[in-house]
């Protein structure tokens, strides 16, 4: 009963939960749209009458109110099921299976992105129809344009007409890699072009609208960045922590800030807007004083909130969170006892309505997810210590602060990131308050802009917190364990961790033995999957061949030993740690990974623990046995001897030499299958032995993504 009473004062997280169960329901499935609209007009005209019947019923019976719980959590289930329906992202229909070249019209939608090779750009595709293609609404496309001094010219708002080929993006090839896919889904984008320097020209440019402003204020901001003399990855770094642009932050300073868990003092959220919102706070504090006063400040505090997310581009996470802070204001305003919990649910509910699908982008989960957690375990993480001396009072209370966003954020990083860093609190409780000067050193840029003089000095002084701040991540970076990745958390690991943070929240407030129960049950499960997990692992014996741009990638695994052969040069080896990272997480095998290139399996064998892996070098080819699978990497440039009789081998691999070329059998070797990288172009699924009607099966990494041949024991 004391839970129920207790849940009687959040009415918005209990409808939060339903909705977004019906969103994520409505995003995995996909119901039919028309079944879905006649069900849900049959399902209000059905609540509308039983709730008049429940209201009338619970004038004589206290007890059918639960009844109508029920219904309003459907009706919550059923609005978040419909909301997403609406929202989904069109899909361009076509006649015929064939690709064919499209006359289209779309506008820029964000800031173009210039990398090395091409400028990668978001549109927004008008409505339009072709011979065999018609799109009914408009949809935002992912587009790379060739880089050259014209496209480098693309900004926010241009209107293009383009002629080019519109192809769906593609899922991942490889066993647990990032679904890029699903990402740009979640977005709203389905579809990419490749787009040449002669099949687009610019027809003008909208520059209209909200968005549009954002930009331009954005753009302004950091033309007074430069014009102080802050340069470098100090301009780039502070450009991230006060508008959102991240794209000149170099790798290294990234790889810094997650190495030390605060990657999130690089992205505009709650900590960034909560700094904003105290000190707008604190300057308007006098007009308290007044009569409508508090009405006027919050009115001003709302109005300023927003000012900053349109300085900071309108992105997903300072919109999060300066929503958050309207609603909290708005709570404080009605001069209510604002229940914190509520208000980030009400603000929850709001942008989801806006845009459900941000409910899978992980900034989401990650932000609300941290707000609860810092509400509902701070003041007893607090209260665990009684401090007088005010210095040491404001790191105990960073300390908690850091502790309890960590603990309510751990089970979704682990998920997500597969890693850990241990030194969080110590990070945050130096980094946070250097960030805090630094953006009000920002806002002081603004202020004193058309003095270049002051404008010079303040710049030199940003300069020199910015290089500190740097400092800072990278020293604690290079401190030892500062950094534990290769973390495998399947999503039933992550609710059942949830569960037991749950479980012991409760027993830390209520004391009561129930919840240790509880808790102690839950570890039981976790270690029963984990064990289970590593038994699997152990037991495993397996040969996977990956699907890699820019090379040969195959893993040879036994147990949680690993030894990867591949023939991606140096320069390409991020491309192993994007499209094979993961997979190796998952079985267990990250941290024991031994790669080898290619060109050394001519004069070494190797070997995976007792096994011996046998390497027969034969003129630049290379013969491989592993568990009685034998592989034969073929380069069709080395002279091979014929033999009498063809040597039976399980896979005939071809290496890169073998690009856009009609692999050919050399008359050696008599495989059961051959293995086609994507570097090779597009073939059949088989292949005629030269001089015979038999056929080989051609596996096309390209076409159908990896393929991994479990060894039986």
């Not at 059905?46 to 709730?51: C, D, Q, R, W």
């Not at 990668?120 to 050259?148: C, E, G, H, I, Q």
């Not at 003008?204 to 007074?224: C, H, K, M, Q």
């Not at 958050?324 to 709570?331: A, D, E, I, K, R």
Request: hydrophobic share 50%.
């Amino acid at each position: 009963m004391d839970f129920n009473r207790k849940a009687v004062k959040y009415p918005l997280v209990r409808l939060l939960l339903p909705f977004i169960a019906g969103i994520v329901l409505q995003l995995h499935y996909a119901f039919d749209p028309v079944y879905a609209r006649f069900l849900l007009l049959l399902f209000f005209l059905l609540t509308f009458s039983l709730i008049i019947c429940i209201r009338f019923i619970s004038a004589i019976r206290y007890t059918t109110r639960w009844k109508e719980g029920i219904i309003i959590y459907l009706v919550t289930f059923f609005m978040g099921m419909m909301i997403t329906w609406s929202h989904r992202p069109p899909k361009i229909c076509s006649c015929t299976k064939k690709q064919e070249t499209l006359v289209f019209q779309a506008k820029v939608a964000g800031t173009p992105e210039i990398k090395p090779r091409t400028v990668k750009a978001v549109l927004r595709v008008m409505p339009f129809s072709a011979t065999n293609v018609t799109a009914d609404r408009s949809s935002r496309v992912l587009a790379y344009f060739r880089r050259d001094s014209l496209s480098e010219t693309i900004h926010y708002g241009d209107l293009l007409t383009i002629k080019t080929m519109l192809a769906e993006i593609p899922g991942p090839k490889n066993p647990g890699e990032f679904d890029y896919r699903k990402y740009l889904f979640y977005r709203k984008i389905r579809y990419r072009v490749f787009v040449d320097e002669q099949e687009w020209f610019r027809t003008g440019r909208d520059v209209s609208g909200i968005l549009a402003l954002a930009y331009r204020v954005r753009e302004n901001v950091l033309n007074i960045y430069e014009k102080a003399g802050i340069e470098g990855q100090e301009l780039a770094t502070l450009s991230a922590l006060t508008v959102g642009w991240k794209d000149e932050l170099s790798g290294d300073t990234l790889h810094s800030f997650i190495a030390v868990g605060a990657v999130h003092i690089l992205a505009i959220s709650g900590l960034h807007v909560g700094i904003f919102y105290l000190v707008l706070s604190y300057l308007l504090g006098f007009l308290q004083k007044y009569r409508y006063g508090i009405f006027i400040r919050s009115v001003i505090l709302i109005m300023l909130l927003w000012l900053y997310a349109i300085l900071a581009g309108l992105s997903p996470s300072v919109v999060r969170a300066a929503m958050m802070f309207s609603f909290l204001q708005v709570g404080i305003n009605l001069q209510r006892k604002t229940y914190m919990l509520n208000s980030l649910a009400g603000s929850a509910i709001m942008l989801l309505i806006i845009q459900p699908y941000q409910v899978m982008h992980v900034g989401f989960q990650l932000s609300y997810f941290a707000v609860a957690g810092i509400v509902m375990f701070y003041k007893k993480l607090n209260s665990l210590l009684v401090i007088t001396n005010f210095f040491l009072k404001r790191i105990w209370d960073l300390f908690c602060v850091s502790v309890a966003a960590q603990v309510a954020t751990l089970p979704v990083t682990l998920f997500y990131f597969n890693q850990f860093s241990p030194f969080f609190w110590l990070s945050n409780i130096i980094l946070v308050p250097m960030v805090s000067f630094i953006i009000y050193g920002a806002i002081l840029l603004l202020l004193v802009s058309p003095l270049p003089g002051i404008l010079a000095f303040t710049g030199t002084v940003m300069s020199f917190l910015l290089k500190a701040l740097l400092g800072t991540v990278c020293l604690f970076s290079r401190l030892p364990g500062a950094f534990i990745g290769g973390i495998h958390f399947s999503f039933i690991e992550t609710i059942i961790l949830y569960a037991l943070i749950i479980s012991l929240f409760l027993y830390a407030m209520k004391k009561h033995p129930r919840y240790v129960i509880y808790s102690l049950a839950v570890i039981a499960v976790m270690l029963a999957i984990i064990t289970g997990r590593n038994y699997m692992n152990h037991d495993r014996l397996s040969i996977t061949f990956y699907s890699v741009r820019h090379g040969t990638v195959i893993g040879f695994a036994r147990g949680k030993e690993h030894l990867v052969i591949t023939g991606v040069p140096e320069t390409g080896r991020n491309d192993i740690d994007y499209n094979c990272k993961k997979h190796w997480i998952k079985n267990g095998v990250y941290r024991h990974t031994t790669i080898i290139p290619l060109d050394e399996l001519t004069t070494n064998p190797y070997t995976i623990s007792d096994t011996l892996v046998s390497v027969l070098p034969m003129n630049g080819n290379v013969l491989l046995n592993f568990y009685g699978k034998t592989l034969f990497f073929y380069r069709r440039n080395s002279y091979i001897p014929v033999a009498q009789k063809p040597l039976k081998i399980d896979y005939l691999v071809f290496c890169p030499c073998h690009r856009y070329e009609q692999p050919k059998i050399p008359a050696m070797v008599s495989p059961e299958q051959i293995i086609a990288y994507d570097h090779m172009g597009v073939f059949p699924d088989s292949i005629r032995i030269k001089g015979t009607r038999e056929y080989v099966r051609l596996h096309d990494l390209k076409k159908k993504g990896a393929m991994v041949v479990n060894i039986a024991r």
